[in-house]
């Protein structure tokens, strides 16, 4: 059983350049969510998905858009990488009982 | 305020310690409380649930006080592999599928 599924581990980007992060849960949870972490920032959240066909803004959601392709896979989009987007990216799923599930983090420098 | 607030340590204790971390939480109508545990450079990991009449888990116990709107973590015996970042969760005030990290404590225990 993988549980959450993140691609790439790292990757680096020029400032202007875009990308797309990949995450996909085989737990059949309904909600799916984009964290990003910097350094004694914790945990903020970019996007999430309630249920299969919705998306809504989380606290940063600026830079980014996301995808809810099916219920198993969540994209992160970056259109035009900035240095402040430099950080640790989490994939997260959750089912009925509230609690999130992480998947092992990209790790994003854009210089 | 922040939503979830944590002292964020250090705790340096030797092995075989017990140690308690406290976290606050500013919304009162707050239903999910968990406690995860956070090693370097890796995802977060739920540590458990915290119930409203409190929990235990082997070594480790978790109480809620709603009066006060805090949460605790009791650590008994503590193992050199119980170092790491223990990170207090709840759910945010817009949104039951939305969940508010706090920034951690460390916890250090030495030989």
């Known amino acids: 059983n993988a549980g959450v599924t993140q691609t790439p581990k790292f990757q680096v980007l020029k400032t202007g350049q875009s990308m797309t992060l990949q995450c996909a849960q085989d737990?059949?949870?309904?909600?799916m969510y984009w964290y990003r972490q910097d350094p004694g920032m914790g945990l903020r959240l970019i996007y999430y998905?309630?249920?299969?066909?919705?998306?809504d803004k989380g606290e940063v959601p600026n830079g980014y858009n996301v995808s809810r392709l099916n219920k198993r896979e969540f994209s992160l989009r970056l259109e035009s990488a900035a240095p402040s987007q430099t950080s640790v990216y989490f994939c997260?799923?959750?089912?009925?009982?509230?609690?999130?599930?992480f998947g092992p983090g990209t790790r994003l420098t854009v210089t | 305020r922040k939503e979830v607030e944590q002292d964020p340590g250090p705790f340096n204790v030797p092995e075989g310690a017990t140690v308690a971390f406290n976290c606050t939480y500013s919304?009162?109508?707050?239903?999910?409380f968990f406690w995860y545990r956070q090693d370097c450079r890796k995802e977060p990991k739920l540590l458990m649930s915290?119930?409203?009449s409190g929990n235990e888990d082997g070594r480790f116990t978790a109480q809620l006080n709603r009066a006060s709107q805090y949460i605790s973590l009791l650590i008994r015996d503590s193992k050199l592999s119980d170092s790491a970042t223990y990170l207090c969760?709840?759910?945010?005030?817009?949104?039951?599928?939305?969940?508010?990290f706090g920034s951690g404590t460390r916890l250090l225990v030495r030989p």
């Open positions: 997260a799923s959750s089912g009925g009982q509230n609690e999130q599930y």
């Open positions: 919304n009162s109508a707050s239903q999910s």
């Open positions: 737990m059949n949870h309904n909600s």
């Open positions: 998905s309630a249920s299969e066909g919705t998306t």
């Open positions: 969760v709840v759910n945010a005030m817009d949104s039951s599928y939305k969940l508010i």
């Open positions: 915290v119930y409203s």
